[in-house]
């Protein structure tokens, strides 16, 4: 069917009929059916100009374990694809590898026609190698009679002298013109007019170009009505099928239909039972989760409150409780160095109430985080903080500003504690997806080979982490340190 809506010019509805039997082809062992079904669809495309896709499927041709002559066949398919790309050296190696093998030399027909493709080929490379190899083709073709072969002779030697021996090259038109109307071959004839019509003046072009005028507006309608007549008789032939199978699967589906009623019911009630056990048994284990965490987090918040407590506080109440005892208060430097112990003990106690309180994240967050930063600010101690407003922080979720201002405040307190720097500089930056900040002092540093990461150091990681975030330690001994953190926006 395929075939025959190619020969009627209908290259797209034979296009969809070979599609169909494409999925039959791996039940099918003889090789020639895949040859015959990948050559038609290369045509089909070739005629529609899509070359790329005609040539996928002239190499699928190629590929096949078949005779001689069908892989000649599918290379000089090829080759004509490459000519209608314009690729003519590629095309001529291809051509003149086939005149060598024997799926060409034994049959003339074929062995003309790769002849005169060459002679085409060099003819487009401005080489006069062409003229050999067209007169070679038409040589043959004259002695076998091939009288269709002939037309294409002549009409390629046409184009061969239209630029140097009009008068030649118009005997070779219409020596061709008169081939292609004694073989009925309608595009031929139209091709060999076009050239006709070209090389003409006065009468002469106003009579080619009539007759290519009617001659192509009839095969136009002709082709229509092929087109329609066979897309009618295969929309009959579908319909009809269509039609048996309804009539055919009707009376099994009314037999179907009370079971299926009733299997859907039965599924109906066991889908509806165990959607209503499955949320029963998600709510009651999201609530028991969500306590869970919750009286974790109380618990690890009340020892880390706990522990504070005890390494930043207990130790120097004892010893200011030892100071009173020992010492004889109603001496004026005993009784203020007292009163600054106290003094340092509120100061740390506050700092702890601030350490742990609920963190603001609206639109005063910079302003939060940048005052318990200042904090940290002493006489011995300088704070520089860089490009803090650059970043777009009402743009970023909120557990992410909790890190940011949990990790800088570990951070400070960590180095008030042990670093004995002088200067730290906080950088904040934004790239594409991502935020990097860089917290740097000038303290004593500290050996990462013997350091294992505990408590804020710990701290630091795990909530960088949590933020799908990453962190990076630099320091070594008496050259400060450093660390670097990315988490995306």
């Not at 100071?323 to 109603?330: M, P, Q």
């Not at 601030?354 to 930063?373: A, C, H, R």
């Amino acid at each position: 069917m395929a075939d025959i809506q190619q020969n009627r010019s209908d290259y797209s509805g034979s296009e969809a009929t070979v599609t169909e039997a494409i999925p039959y082809l791996k039940y099918i062992k003889n090789p020639k059916h895949a040859w015959n079904s990948y050559v038609i669809l290369g045509i089909n495309y070739l005629n529609t100009y899509d070359y790329k896709t005609a040539l996928l499927y002239y190499n699928k041709a190629l590929a096949l374990k078949t005779t001689e002559w069908r892989k000649a066949a599918a290379k000089n398919n090829i080759a004509f694809i490459y000519m209608q790309q314009q690729k003519y050296k590629e095309a001529i190696q291809i051509f003149q590898a086939l005149l060598k093998t024997d799926g060409v030399k034994k049959f003339p027909e074929d062995y003309a026609r790769a002849l005169d493709n060459i002679g085409y080929c060099y003819m487009q490379e401005k080489d006069s190698k062409a003229l050999f190899y067209l007169t070679e083709a038409l040589k043959i073709r004259t002695q076998i009679k091939d009288d269709l072969g002939m037309g294409s002779s002549y009409y390629h030697l046409a184009e061969f002298y239209q630029d140097s021996d009009i008068r030649l090259s118009k005997k070779y038109m219409i020596l061709s013109y008169k081939k292609s109307t004694l073989n009925n071959h309608v595009d031929d004839r139209l091709m060999s007019l076009k050239l006709l019509i070209n090389t003409s003046k006065d009468q002469e072009l106003k009579k080619y170009s009539l007759l290519f005028i009617k001659i192509n507006d009839s095969i136009t309608e002709v082709r229509q009505k092929a087109k329609n007549q066979f897309a009618k008789i295969r929309y009959d032939s579908k319909k009809e099928r269509d039609e048996n199978f309804k009539l055919k699967t009707h009376k099994t589906e009314n037999d179907l239909q009370l079971e299926r009623q009733k299997n859907r019911n039965i599924i109906s009630y066991i889908i509806i039972a165990l959607s209503l056990s499955l949320i029963l048994v998600i709510y009651f284990y999201l609530t028991s989760r969500g306590t869970k965490e919750k009286i974790e987090a109380t618990y690890e918040s009340e020892t880390r409150i706990s522990k504070k407590l005890h390494d930043e506080l207990a130790n120097d109440i004892y010893h200011t409780m030892a100071f009173a005892e020992n010492k004889n208060l109603s001496l004026p430097e005993n009784k203020e160095h007292l009163l600054n112990n106290l003094d340092a003990i509120y100061s740390r106690t506050r700092d702890i109430s601030k350490e742990n309180s609920p963190i603001l994240t609206d639109e005063n967050y910079v302003f939060y985080l940048k005052e318990m930063i200042s904090q940290f600010n002493t006489p011995n101690i300088n704070i520089i903080i860089n490009d803090l407003d650059s970043i777009l922080w009402n743009n970023i979720e909120r557990n992410k500003k909790i890190t940011v201002y949990r990790i800088l405040q570990e951070l400070l307190v960590n180095m008030k504690k042990h670093s004995n720097a002088s200067l730290v500089a906080i950088s904040f930056k934004t790239t594409n997806k991502n935020i990097i900040i860089t917290y740097a002092d000038n303290g004593k540093g500290l050996n990462l080979n013997n350091t294992t990461f505990k408590n804020g150091l710990n701290n630091v990681e795990n909530r960088i982490l949590n933020i799908k975030g990453e962190i990076d330690i630099d320091s070594t001994i008496g050259k400060g340190f450093k660390v670097f953190i990315k988490f995306p926006l």
